[in-house]
């Protein structure tokens, strides 16, 4: 049976769907990542992937891949993972950028800048979601020809089913859905809800996810007062989210 390797983080809703859309290949589908989680249809190994461990690991990793020989070697963010997916020795490699790997952290650190670059020309295939990725894989060296632009695109009858749900008319909630991490500005979202209260005092912000900056954000609206109209859900299921939503 032939084989995909990823790595990429498995507690991820982005692998998942990843995973789920090659499940007609009917592939055995391994998935190598940093943190532990569940993929449905494939099997999960947690081996360390920090970029800063790679010396340690990198051997180890090795190693283990090419007891697996894959036939696609597949890494998720043009960072770490791409690294060691490249360092395996396995092709054709491919690289997904999921977005601030490639339009912020390597305008940041010019050590990342020059790991995207040197990447990039690695893949036999780069993919991405929108066309300001593809400019700035572009602007790093990627030749138009080498990359795939995928939509995930919407479950219809999800959101059909969505807008059929029962609305509390008293209620007006704002969802937030994003990582508690420095990209998502969530805190700005909060800082902005408590001046909206102060005019609309029946608003009620709910905060799906969690992250890094979880701890700070709910001392924010600790300090701030408003406790009791804004909710963190911590991270939630793709199914428990569109309960949520609904």
């Known amino acids: 049976m ?3 390797c990823f790595l990429a983080d498995a507690s991820s809703p982005h692998t998942v769907k990843w995973v789920s859309g090659c499940a007609d290949l009917h592939w055995e589908i391994i998935v190598i990542s940093h ?20 010396p340690r690991y990198c051997w180890s990793l090795r190693r283990l891949v090419r007891g697996f020989k894959p036939d696609i070697i ?9 690294l ?59 030749k138009p ?18 807008a059929l749900a029962t609305k509390d008319a008293t ?28 005019e609309q005092p029946q608003l009620e912000l709910w905060l799906l996810g969690s992250g890094s900056l979880t701890a700070k954000l709910q001392q924010i609206v600790t300090d701030s007062a408003l406790s009791a109209s804004i909710r963190f859900w911590g991270r939630v299921t793709p199914t428990e989210f569109s309960k949520y939503l609904a």
Request: hydrophobic letters at 45%.
């Open 145 to 162: 020809g080498q990359i795939l632009t995928l939509l995930f695109g919407l479950n219809q009858q999800r959101y059909q089913e969505l």
């Open 35 to 54: 943190w532990p989680g569940e993929v449905p249809g494939a099997k999960v190994i947690v081996h360390p992937l920090s970029l800063t461990g790679f």
């Open 84 to 142: 060691y997916a490249w360092f395996c020795g396995i092709t054709p490699l491919v690289i997904t950028a999921w977005g601030s790997d490639v339009l912020v952290k390597p305008k940041h650190s010019w050590l990342i800048r020059r790991l995207v670059k040197f990447l990039i020309p690695k893949a036999a295939l780069l993919t991405s979601d929108s066309a300001q990725i593809n400019n700035q894989l572009i602007a790093y060296g990627a």
């Open 2 to 4: 032939p084989k995909i």
């Open 171 to 198: 209620r007006v909630i704002i969802c937030s859905p994003r990582l508690h991490e420095p990209i998502y500005n969530i805190e700005e979202i909060i800082k902005a809800f408590c001046q909206l209260h102060l």
């Open 74 to 82: 597949h890494a998720h963010q043009l960072g770490a993972h791409a």
